[in-house]
């Protein structure tokens, strides 16, 4: 009997031994066989439509969450808002001094099926490329042996469920290696990123105290073009406009009326191309303010190891807006974007009319040196001074007969940009963790174009906030065909893993 209590203890001591030592080649050999054990589970997570236009579908995506945290030895919270609520996953570490909260989004954008070349977005499909370059389908069991440049095809592989069944992948790869992280870990789940996070804020206000947390980690968005390990620092904010301007009451014959009605679609196009240059600048005086670009920030920028020429290759761009002179620095500024115009009929439906009304809308991307109220108050204005009675609901017709020019703007504030210094503990601890992972400095990104909901924890709950990418970039995000390639997706558990196992004082 004692030798087999000798005997038990050698091997718990030799597993335990074995379980701190996360190097490089044995997170390449977990992330490979955790990628292949999580592929069932990632295929059944990304099965579940999650438009959170549709409250039923997400009330699913919540309470698969809610099972596959549950299951791996957390603590489950629902949050609850006007709509579909936030999740809460909460794991104790072993004499843990810190907590980690972590971020993972859950919905999609919507999907217009008729552009998807499979039976559907939620129905996963596996594919590799074809001898002639395109994709072609192959049969979901050869991803027991599959390529590193395959892809899987479905909507959310990349926003962002994949990184959802990488995390839980890299739960599974830890525990049984019998390790556990010495930091407490919360995860937050949103249910409605792709609208914009409305609630979020409130949310956090209302939930500081059981969100409190000393860093933040988001899990989410491509790694840089290169491909290679990214951490990224920032995000700009954003802000939506709806800009209606309006002809005839209703759509009236072009025969009887062209030259008499004025056409309310010109009139919004001549409106939106007076907002910007030919260079591609806003002209609105003072849209720009506050925003310098100090040579000590120019040498981070320049850090980035972009190529500009494969960017305009990729984008297949004859020329770039000069708002900045590289892409680094053109994301550094607030931006004006007409993200949708809509007046009329077009293809099939065409008709030759004299459209009733046309409407614009209007992304603005935010940074941290301009005031959102501030900036959507400068558009505004500056539509007055273009002549327009502004109102913020559809037209009387005794507004609309007292009022030659006459639109409907209305703004809405979603969240603002954040930023984290490099040097910060929690920069330092996932730069450690990607040099161990990978052997390689992560590229360090000052801040991203994009927007994510973050700046409600910044701001609310007082910590830092760094952005993990894993997926490729080239991944139809948003659009038709979205997709992941699996070796994003094994080195994306790496990745989870190398952070996981790396000690936090």
Known sequence: MKKFHIFTLSLILISYSYAQDFDQEALNDLSGKYAKSSFSNFRDLLSIPNDAAYPKDIEKNVRWCEKAFETRQFTTTRIETETVPLLLAERSGKNAKKTVLIYLQIDGQPVDSSRWFQESPYKPVLKKKSSDDDWEEIPWNSIENYEDEWRIFARSTSDAKGPVAMFLAALDAIKDENYSPNFNIKVIMDFEEELGSPRLP????????????????????????????????????????????????????????????????????????????????????????????????????????????????????????????????????????????????????????????????????????????????????????????????????????????????????????????????VGLWLRKAIIKGFQEEPIMIRMSGGSIPISPFVTTLGIPAVTVPTVNRDNNQHSPNENIRLGNYREGIKTMIAILTEKLD
Do not use: C
Not at 258 to 263: E, I, K, M, R, V
């Open 202 to 425: 409130e949310a956090v206000r209302k939930n500081a105290e059981l969100l409190e947390s000393d860093m933040l980690i988001i899990f989410d968005g491509p790694r840089h073009i290169v491909n290679k390990p990214t951490l990224t620092f920032g995000a700009r904010g954003i802000a939506t406009i709806t800009l209606t301007t309006y002809g005839p009451i209703v759509a009236q014959h072009s025969g009887h009326f062209g030259n008499y009605a004025p056409n309310p679609a010109l009139a919004l196009s001549k409106l939106l191309a007076s907002m910007k240059d030919d260079e591609g600048r806003v002209s609105i005086p003072g849209f720009y303010d506050g925003i310098i670009i100090s040579p000590e920030t120019e040498k981070i920028l320049r850090a980035v190891p972009d190529d500009e020429d494969q960017i305009r290759d990729r984008l297949q761009l004859g020329r770039i807006d000069k708002v900045g002179s590289y892409y680094q620095e053109s994301i550094q500024y607030p931006s004006l974007n007409i993200r949708g115009m809509q007046s009329g009929w077009i293809n099939e439906k065409v008709r030759t009319i004299i459209p009733g009304w046309a409407r614009a809308e209007i992304d603005v991307r935010l940074v941290l040196e301009s005031d959102p109220e501030r900036l959507l108050g400068l558009i505004k204005e500056y539509v007055k001074e273009q002549g327009y009675y502004v109102i913020d609901t559809v037209p009387t017709k005794e507004e609309r007969m007292n009022n030659p020019k006459i639109a409907t703007f209305t703004s809405e504030i979603s969240y603002q940009s954040f930023r984290t210094d490099f040097n910060s503990e």
